[in-house]
C-alpha cells in the first residue's frame, strides 16, 4: 500500500477517521490500548439449562377420571390432604403450599365426583386454588421412589384449563409437564416421584387454578 509515496508491509486491522488533527497524547493512548478502539463485544456466556438433582424424578404413571371422588382404597393408603378436610401425611414427606387459598363449594354433598371425607362419611366439594401460579412443594426424604396423585375438580363448570408443571426444587429443571382440562368430573393425574420436586399449578383459562386433594 502506499500512503504519501510511503510504502510498509503489514496489516490494517482497524480505521478510524477524524475530522481533526489528534494530539500526541490521544495518539499515544490509542497506541497503548490493549483492546484497541475497535474490540468486539464479548460474546454472551450461554445461560445453562438446568439439569434435575441426582435421585430426584417425576414420572407421569397415568390420567385417571373413572374413580372421581371414591379415593379411599384407591389412592392416599400412606397419606393425603384434602382441601378444607383433613392431612395425614406419610412420615417420608414433608409438604408445603404455597400461594394458594381454600374454599369449599359444597361440605357435604352425595355427588360422586367429590371427595370422600377422610374421617367420617359424606363428600366434601373443596379446592386449593389461586388466579396466578402457586406451587405444592414435595420433598421425599427417604430417597425411595413413591406414588404422588393429585384430583383435580372443575365443580362449578368455570370452563378451567391450566398446567400442571413438575419441577426439581433444588435446579428448577423441568421433569414432568401436562395440561388439563375439561374435568369437571374429576381427574386425577398419578406420578411416580422421588427426591426433593415442586408441582407448580397455572391457570391457563377460566376463574382460576384448583386442586381438590393430595394423595400418596
Known amino acids: 500500500m502506499q500512503a504519501g509515496g510511503f510504502g510498509w508491509t503489514g496489516g490494517i486491522d482497524e480505521l478510524h477517521i477524524y475530522s481533526r488533527a489528534l494530539s500526541s497524547g490521544e495518539i499515544q493512548s490509542i497506541y497503548q490500548s490493549p483492546a484497541g478502539l475497535c474490540s468486539a463485544s464479548p460474546t454472551p456466556t450461554p445461560t445453562p439449562t438446568p439439569t434435575p438433582t441426582p435421585g430426584t424424578s417425576a414420572v ?115 421433569l414432568d409437564s401436562r395440561s388439563m382440562s375439561t374435568f369437571s368430573g374429576g381427574t386425577y393425574l398419578v406420578w411416580t416421584i422421588s427426591g426433593h420436586v415442586k408441582i407448580i399449578v397455572s391457570k391457563t383459562s377460566g376463574y382460576n387454578a384448583v386442586v381438590s386433594g393430595l394423595f400418596f
Open 60 to 174: 407421569l404413571v397415568k390420567t385417571n377420571a373413572s374413580t372421581q371422588g371414591n379415593w379411599k382404597g384407591v389412592y392416599g393408603l400412606n397419606g393425603y390432604s384434602i382441601a378444607n378436610d383433613s392431612t395425614n401425611y406419610p412420615a417420608y414427606a414433608v409438604v408445603s403450599l404455597i400461594g394458594t387459598s381454600s374454599y369449599s363449594w359444597a361440605t357435604s354433598t352425595a355427588e360422586i365426583r367429590a371427595l370422600q371425607k377422610s374421617a367420617a362419611t359424606g363428600r366434601i366439594a373443596s379446592t386449593w386454588f389461586s388466579s396466578t401460579p402457586f406451587s405444592i412443594d414435595v420433598n421425599l426424604t427417604d430417597r425411595q421412589a413413591h406414588q404422588v396423585a393429585l384430583y383435580f375438580l372443575d365443580w362449578d363448570y368455570g370452563g378451567r384449563s391450566e398446567t400442571i408443571n413438575v419441577v426439581d426444587a433444588g435446579t428448577g429443571a423441568l
